[in-house]
């Protein structure tokens, strides 16, 4: 489940590519939250490590001066980071103010969020100042969902670089929006902006009755599913017969969703043979009432993944994981 899917908020290197200069004369003002340095030395793009913790990308930083670890998502972007009520928030000491609500599996006025500003976060090769976040309390129940993290970012990233996922290499590449060309083989999808600020992308599958359909998938990072198919929108898809009872759970509870095989499913020029989709009708299944589902991170994880929200552009490239028919 998408970690902003989670959020009510009212405000919403493969050789493939080139090396993309990043301007380090001094912090630099884009359309993302804040302003950022680059520190002194560091001549192509950003590199930041991450190791994959309970199946999300999970980064090392310090905010404040304090260490941190914080997961990246893309389902609806939005521009504060998220501290979920871990240790962390406690030490940081920060000004709260009220802000938002948020759903959470606590009983302890789990709706209740609060506001900072002002908060700085350190990488290795960059430092982003004058970062907002939105912070959740203990009680809301988000850290004992997503143990052994703090929070995690958005905007931070993706409102400033051009992001590339190299999951062969377990790191994100910073790419400079005006220094980045791509040059490789992979496939270039248009990305369509809905209504909600999550964004879609055009897809098609087959299911084993001989039904086809084409159409656009939402895009989110943080879904656990390389593709789940809403039956709630309005093609009518039905959930095959035999397809396999699956339990999850999120902030409307319990999700009636069902697993199977279908016969294929296509991604720009990419064909995969009998993949394991889900079939869900809940909130988080599309976000517009006409598209297919939502693509997710296991199929992210096949390719050299790149966003460019700058030219509302998806790169995808195929690393060693991926096995494809032209």
Same mark, same amino acid.
């Given at each position: 489940?998408?970690? &902003? ?7 919403? &290197? ?158 994100i590449i ?30 098609? @599958? ?15 990072l943080g ?42 499913? &296509? ?37 050299n993944t790149?966003?460019?929200? @700058? ?16």
């Amino acid at each position: 489940m998408s970690l &902003s899917n989670l959020i009510t908020l009212s405000i919403m &290197s493969f050789s493939a590519l080139a090396l993309a200069a990043i301007d380090t004369t001094s912090a630099k003002v884009v359309k993302g939250p804040g302003h950022y340095q680059v520190l002194s030395g560091v001549k192509s793009e950003i590199h930041i490590p991450f190791i994959m913790h309970y199946g999300k990308p999970l980064m090392k930083l310090k905010i404040n001066g304090k260490d941190a670890l914080l997961m990246i998502d893309n389902g609806t972007l939005w521009n504060e980071i998220w501290l979920m009520g871990s240790p962390l928030v406690d030490s940081l000491d920060l000004a709260l103010k009220e802000q938002a609500e948020i759903g959470g599996t606590g009983k302890d006025d789990p709706t209740q969020a609060y506001n900072a500003d002002g908060l700085t976060l350190q990488f290795d090769d960059i430092v982003f100042y004058d970062q907002s976040a939105l912070i959740s309390l203990k009680s809301a129940g988000f850290c004992t969902m997503f143990p052994g993290t703090d929070g995690q970012l958005c905007n931070t990233f993706f409102g400033h670089f051009i992001v590339e996922f190299d999951f062969h290499k377990s790191e994100i590449i910073l790419h400079s929006p005006d220094k980045f060309k791509y040059n490789g083989k992979g496939s270039v999808l248009d990305m369509k902006l809905e209504e909600n600020g999550a964004y879609s992308v055009p897809m098609s @599958f087959a299911l084993e009755d001989g039904s086809h359909y084409n159409g656009n998938v939402d895009i989110d990072l943080g879904g656990i599913y390389s593709l789940n198919i809403a039956t709630n929108n309005n093609q009518n898809i039905q959930t095959p017969i035999g397809a396999q009872p699956l339990k999850s759970y999120g902030v409307q509870g319990e999700c009636s969703d069902y697993k199977c095989k279908i016969k294929e499913m &296509s991604i720009g020029k990419y064909v995969f043979n009998n993949p394991e989709v889900v079939f869900s009708n809940g909130k988080t299944a599309r976000v517009h009432q006409d598209n297919l589902g939502v693509i997710g991170l296991p199929l992210f994880m096949k390719f050299n993944t790149v966003f460019d929200y @700058f030219h509302n552009k998806l790169y995808l490239i195929p690393n060693k994981a991926i096995k494809i028919e032209l």
